[in-house]
């Protein structure tokens, strides 16, 4: 548990990391990353006309987003993740948007059946930064919470491992010292 939900800061020159732990702890690749497949993902379901692959690729999408959250997350303590969830949803934001600019560029970006046009950005990215802030602030609050529970109920079991560490400890020290 302590090694994906650290409850101390990590000095993470100390220690050589996995490459996709090295990526996940920067902001801005997974953010980065997660805003240019979620614009494409969009284009990609409102281009369709099955309902049911647009329900399901909403639902696809919003796990990608708190994946993508958790992941990132999980290497940083509770309390440092509130800068990192608004620093998330801004780069999110910013690249979905930077995707969505090229995709009204070539005519594929969509507002509902309509081709989007430039009048339709500033609306779009108003949409999506509200959107992506409700579904990542209440996401992390329930991920927090989750892990604090987690912790709290795994307490106990910690401190009567460390209690049985310590007195076989003691118990080897003092068989030594006798004999």
């Excluded at 620093?87 to 948007?97: G, K, P, S, T, Y």
Aim: aromatic share 10%; net charge positive; proline share 4%.
């Amino acid at each position: 548990m302590r090694r994906y939900f650290p409850k101390d800061v990590i000095h993470w020159g100390e220690e050589r990391l996995h490459p996709l732990r090295a990526f996940a702890i920067r902001t801005v690749e997974p953010a980065g990353i997660t805003g240019v497949v979620l614009r494409l993902w969009r284009a990609a379901l409102l281009a369709s006309t099955n309902w049911m692959l647009f329900v399901g690729g909403l639902v696809g999408g919003v796990l990608f987003l708190c994946g993508m959250l958790t992941w990132h997350l999980g290497n940083f303590p509770v309390k440092r993740w509130p800068p990192r969830v608004a620093l998330f949803l801004v780069i999110e934001v910013f690249a979905e948007m930077g995707t969505s600019s090229l995709l009204i560029a070539v005519a594929r970006e969509r507002v509902g059946s309509r081709v989007a046009l430039w009048a339709d950005w500033w609306p779009m990215a108003g949409q999506t930064f509200i959107e992506r802030t409700i579904v990542l602030v209440v996401f992390a609050l329930v991920l927090g919470g989750t892990v604090q529970l987690v912790r709290r109920a795994m307490e106990p079991r910690d401190a009567s491992t460390r209690d049985a560490s310590t007195r076989d400890a003691s118990t080897r020290d003092a068989s030594t010292r006798d004999a």
